[in-house]
């Protein structure tokens, strides 16, 4: 057990970090950066494992007041048709819609109308975690900072088709790959904020489609920097983890299973009518595998749910991210679990740093009085991206460790799908 709750911090990196240029014209590295944005990680010991930090996420408290306007956008992709819910963070109002989550209310169209700025405020774009939104209470207070209090930034939240309270209106559910969303609003975001530099973070699920997508972007990527919090990397080595003990497989698993069965009766009507899932079959689902051999392999087109969780796993796309990338991992999170961690990939890709705390469970990171470790990192490299560095100084050809020392000429593309998803 650490010593009363003070947790133990490790970076892993590539030997040489990307140089970054502060706007002053001195040099640092994404390394430094990170290092100076990390503080130390005191948890509450009275919740000295990763089970009980965890838990205690049941203890429902308030957590920051944060309000959204919701907007429905129409989805470009012809075949992963429908809509998506995107919730932007708003000044206080009194508006109530009852079908949205508490503080949520649709813009008006004249609202929306008027989004549209030049401003060059840095805009943060977050992805939640598996069945969440918005509303969670661990993204709310990664993001308070930011914006309450005089905060800066301004921030979204691109909901997961039919969470939040979304409606699905293909019979399509999210993916644990499916990128297309927040890619079509990053693109609609650079187009209406043309003069704002756009982060993203995400969370769990959130912050594997995260890292999914900026490994595809590559050298092309909208965003100046992103990170990625809890993410599970390898879903297939998370899921035999959960699977392997009981508590992740009678607690974490049937629960996760129990939120998806919930999430699924909610959409039912328009799931049942656009594809062949069988109802009867995902009533009688108790874990999250079974939910996704149930539905996803069903949906999508994957043999079994260990194909799913291997293409959609974010582990080889570290290797083609050419943006500052900031991971942070608990090792102790039993969800996202420890031996899903890509090391290796982390050492040659001198874009990425990943932050490692010896405490912390699953997006909790409880300290003494409630309080949450996470929020500190995070804003405070975001802060320093948007503000000290000079973003469009960083250059995006630096080659990875071991490259062009390869005896055959060979191509290793390291987001190449397996389920290839046709227009």
Avoid at 164 to 193: E, H, M, P
Avoid at 227 to 239: H, K, Q, T, Y
Avoid at 359 to 380: A, D, Q, T, V, Y
Wanted: with cysteine.
């Amino acid at each position: 057990m650490d010593w009363f709750g003070r947790a133990k911090i490790d970076f892993a990196h590539a030997a040489h970090p990307i140089n970054l240029t502060r706007k002053d014209g001195t040099t640092t590295d994404i390394l430094k950066v990170v290092e100076a944005a990390v503080p130390k990680c005191q948890m509450n010991p009275l919740l000295f494992n990763g089970h009980l930090q965890t838990m205690y996420t049941a203890v429902k408290e308030h957590g920051p007041q944060i309000y959204y306007k919701r907007k429905i956008f129409d989805a470009d992709h012809k075949t992963y048709a429908g809509t998506f819910a995107v919730d932007f963070v708003v000044p206080p109002h009194q508006d109530v819609d009852e079908e949205l989550p508490s503080r949520t209310a649709f813009f008006s169209e004249e609202e929306f109308d008027r989004i549209r700025s030049d401003d060059n405020k840095p805009m943060l774009i977050a992805l939640h975690g598996l069945s969440g939104g918005s509303h969670e209470i661990y993204l709310r207070h990664a993001i308070a900072p930011l914006v309450l209090d005089g905060g800066k930034w301004e921030v979204c939240v691109v909901n997961a088709r039919g969470c939040a309270n979304s409606k699905v209106t293909t019979g399509v559910l999210f993916n644990a790959r499916a990128t297309w969303d927040v890619r079509q609003f990053i693109k609609w975001a650079r187009k209406t904020f043309p003069n704002r530099p756009l982060f993203g973070v995400g969370f769990s699920l959130g912050a594997n489609i995260m890292t999914n997508y900026v490994g595809e972007e590559g050298a092309n990527c909208p965003l100046k920097a992103a990170i990625a919090v809890g993410n599970p990397f390898d879903l297939e080595v998370s899921n035999k983890g959960l699977q392997s003990s009981w508590l992740g497989k009678e607690v974490y698993s049937r629960v996760m299973g129990n939120n998806l069965k919930k999430l699924f009766e909610q959409h039912k009507e328009q799931i049942i009518k656009c594809t062949n899932v069988d109802f009867d079959r995902v009533q009688n689902v108790t874990y999250l595998h079974e939910f996704d051999r149930a539905v996803q392999t069903v949906t999508w087109g994957y043999p079994t749910e260990n194909a799913y969780y291997r293409d959609a796993s974010s582990c080889d796309a570290i290797l083609a991210i050419r943006i500052p990338f900031f991971a942070i991992s608990a090792l102790d999170d039993p969800i996202a679990v420890k031996e899903a961690i890509p090391y290796q990939e982390f050492a040659v890709n001198p874009y990425t740093v990943l932050c490692t705390t010896s405490l912390g469970g699953h997006l909790s990171w409880f300290e003494i009085g409630g309080g949450r470790w996470h929020p500190k990192p995070i804003c405070n490299f975001l802060n320093a991206m948007a503000t000290e560095i000079d973003l469009e100084a960083v250059s995006r050809e630096e080659k990875m460790v071991g490259d062009g020392k390869y005896q055959f000429n060979t191509d290793f593309n390291p987001v190449r799908r397996k389920l290839n998803v046709l227009e």
